[in-house]
């Protein structure tokens, strides 16, 4: 074959493959997701999604950015954590697991591709409504909408409370919402915003569902399990979930311990600030033994991590 006539066919590969990507749907396959987040080894939803237990999900209520982030650094993740946003409640988490969409600027061609094909599936309604379609007890809506804020309001009152009322939780957006007055009247409902804008969304069209995107300094995909709070927002893969869980819970144990130690006067700070001794050790088991009950932490994980220690 010439060579004008294999730069023209490889030309034609290539258009055929991105025309392909935009007339097959909004979403990856399921054998794409699953390789994608391959080291995750449990339970999956339909759409292939990692499928976090809720247990685990009910314990990182407890773990801080702070906790969370160092155990993802220690594992080489460096691209988590995304911070500065507003939020409706200050003091109110949002953790679950990562439903993920991701908007662009407007181009007519392309969104009038993405509508069409989502008309002829089925979908009603705006294109930012079609993800909350797909949420299910304990997703959060997580899109990245680009920082967009005048225009860029994702979900307004009327589309937070249909978002409350198929998972049970809150949003996070590198974009902004509408309607906070509305918004801040659904219980327990939050929202993580890079702004509020009473304008309406446009010149944003909708090019992924369940896709991986960026989220400002952080690097999500489909199934990673959100912790969000007041000093921003940490996305954690799902496969590591269960470490900085059982990791976090007992550097907490031991802060709680080191705090109340250091309230009683029982040890000088440089004490706690340091490798603890023998002595700090045998009194940390002894507390936790004699505070079992009463701590933020499964029995059952105290008495596993009880069971590791010599002292």
């Known amino acids: 074959m010439k060579k004008n006539h294999v730069i023209k066919f490889c030309l034609v590969t290539v258009i055929f493959m991105a025309t392909n990507i935009i007339l097959t749907g909004q979403t990856i396959s399921k054998e794409e997701l699953v390789f994608y987040t391959a080291q995750w080894q449990g339970e999956r939803f339909a759409d292939g999604r990692p499928k976090v237990p809720d247990d685990l999900l009910e314990r990182l209520k407890s773990i801080s950015i702070e906790e969370a982030w160092g155990v993802l650094r220690g594992e080489g993740y460096h691209n988590q954590f995304e911070g500065n946003w507003q939020m409706i409640h200050a003091d109110h988490p949002v953790i679950g697991r990562a439903l993920t969409v991701q908007y662009l600027p407007n181009r007519p061609d392309f969104n009038k591709q993405i509508k069409d094909k989502g008309t002829a599936e089925g979908r009603i309604g705006n294109t930012n ?183």
């Open 129 to 311: 409504s079609w993800p909350i379609d797909m949420l299910t007890i304990g997703d959060v809506y997580v899109a990245d909408g680009f920082g967009k804020i005048v225009d860029g309001t994702l979900i307004g009152d009327n589309l937070g409370n249909s978002i409350f009322a198929k998972s049970g939780n809150g949003v996070v957006f590198n974009a902004s919402s509408r309607d906070l007055e509305g918004l801040s009247q659904i219980e327990g409902f939050n929202a993580f915003v890079k702004g509020w804008h009473p304008s309406y969304l446009t010149e944003v069209m909708l090019s992924g569902i369940n896709v991986p995107i960026r989220m400002g300094a952080a690097t999500v995909l489909p199934g990673d399990v959100v912790l969000a709070k007041r000093e921003g927002v940490i996305f954690i893969p799902a496969h590591l979930a269960e470490k900085v869980v059982v990791t976090a819970e007992v550097v907490m144990l031991r802060d709680r311990f080191g705090i109340q130690r250091l309230k009683e006067g029982k040890y000088t700070p440089g004490q706690i600030d340091n490798r603890w001794s023998d002595t700090i050790e045998k009194d940390f088991s002894q507390w936790l033994r004699d505070h079992m009950d009463e701590l933020p932490v499964p029995k059952a994980q105290i008495q596993e991590l009880l069971k590791t220690r010599t002292w």
